[in-house]
Each structure stands twice: as C-alpha cells, then as structure tokens.
C-alpha cells in the first residue's frame, strides 16, 4: 500500500513538473527588436544609408549592398558604432545600375538579424531631373567627339547625358526591343569601362564610377551598330 502510494505521489510531481516547463515555453519572452529605420539617399556620385536601431547590445553592423535586392549581397563596410542609436554609412563607390542595401546585425550573445532591404533613391533636396546643358559645363563648351578633326557646339546627347546631381543618366526607350552596348573613354581616349547590355530603359550611373569630374567621351552600339559617339561632362559639384 505503502509503495502504490509513492507511486503515485511520484507520478503526481511528474506531471507537474511537466506542466510547468510547458507553462514556462509558453511564456513570451522579449518583444524581438524592431528593424532599423533604414534609408539610402543618392547624393553627389555617391550614396548616404542611415538608420536608426537602437540595438545597445550590437556589437556588429555590416552594410550589404546587391544589385538584384534578393542575391548576391556582398558586405562592403561596417559601422563605426554600432551600438549607437542613430548611424550612417557612406558608399562612396556605388554599383552601375540599381543599389539595393541591408544591414547584418550581430549581438553579444551571437545572435544575428537583417534589416529589411532597401533602394538608393535620389535626394529630394537636389534637383536632380535637370539635364545639364552647355550654360552649365565649363567655360570652353566645344568638343571634339567626334573624332573627325572637326570642333562643333556641345550640346547633351538624348540618350546619355548629366544630371543636376553629377550623375550621368541613360535613357533608351527601346533597350527591351534592342541590345544597347555603351563604351565609355577618357579625353584621352583611353578605355574607361562599358556597359555590355543596357536591359532596361532608364539607368542612372553613378558620378564616382568616372572617379574624376571634367569631360568623358561615349560610344552607344544598337544592334552591334554605332547609333551615337559623343561625351558628356561632370560637374566637380552639382547644381541643386
């Protein structure tokens, strides 16, 4: 009787003990933290992310920059304090192209996160639509593009041409229809670097890829046949 007893008493705090560790998983824990305020504004050839985290405990932020928002991010910096509230990173290379941007977060206890992804858009405070025209190059505005001897007015190509802001835009309405190769060159005529195939009608590239301000000269391919060969400028600032 004696042993039937004990063994159910046992059985008892068994149970309980079970109950209480199920009780005890089904306890929230802490709210998980909210993902950065995360932004990445387009500036003068170059690309300012700021966030606002809050992570006290961090004790690593990487930047991660994609060019497709869903592969190959690639870790290009980290922040100087992560354990700040408020930080900013400054990309001072971008990618040709569309610049897509996440944060990897890394806390004490090893724990990690991603911030959500986001766009480089341009600044709103800096007008950058603006087609840059003779008026707003350097004084001598006469260029030799063509490669023929002959001096003729500048004046910006439709279809490659600077910005406000000191980006050079691209726009080929019919870059799904066709293939675009576009070469790019010094006034020297030394090879610069070349986009091998424009997919899409409207591209901005970045003023830091030209690594320089001043003069640079173009050659645009439709279909594997010249359509342009002319140049552009880039401001040393922009215009807002």
């Known amino acids: 009787m004696k042993q039937t007893v004990r063994s159910l008493i046992a059985t ?24 950065p305020d995360f ?27 994609s060019l497709d928002s869903v592969l190959n991010f690639t870790t290009i910096g980290y922040a100087s304090y992560p354990d700040q509230t408020r930080n900013a990173y400054l990309d001072n290379k971008p990618l040709p192209g569309k ?5 990897f977060i890394l806390f004490k206890n090893n724990r990690y996160m991603y911030s959500k992804t986001v766009l480089a858009v341009s600044d709103s405070s ?31 190509s439709n279809y490659v041409y600077t910005t406000a802001d000191g980006n050079v835009n691209i726009r080929l309405p019919q870059a799904a229809q066709k293939k675009y190769h576009i070469k790019f060159f010094e006034p020297t005529g030394a090879f610069l670097f070349e986009v091998e195939q424009v997919a899409e009608p409207f591209l901005i590239l970045e003023k830091a890829i030209f690594m320089h301000a001043g003069w640079f000269n173009f050659e645009i391919y439709e279909d594997g046949k010249l359509l342009e ?5 880039i401001p040393l600032n922009y215009r807002s």
Do not use: C, M
């Open 126 to 156: 800096i007008a950058a639509n603006t087609k840059l025209g003779a008026q707003d190059v350097a004084a001598t505005n006469t260029n030799n593009a063509t490669g023929t001897g002959t001096v003729i007015p500048w004046k910006p």
């Open 229 to 233: 060969k002319w140049s552009l400028y």
């Open 39 to 65: 932004s990445a504004l387009i500036k003068t050839g170059k690309i300012q992310l700021d966030w606002i985290s809050g992570f006290p405990n961090a004790v690593q932020i990487g930047i991660q920059r």
């Open 12 to 35: 008892v705090i068994f149970i309980g003990t079970i109950t209480i560790a199920k009780a005890q998983d089904a306890i929230p824990g802490p709210t998980p933290p909210v993902l």
């Open 99 to 103: 610049n897509y941007y996440r944060l």
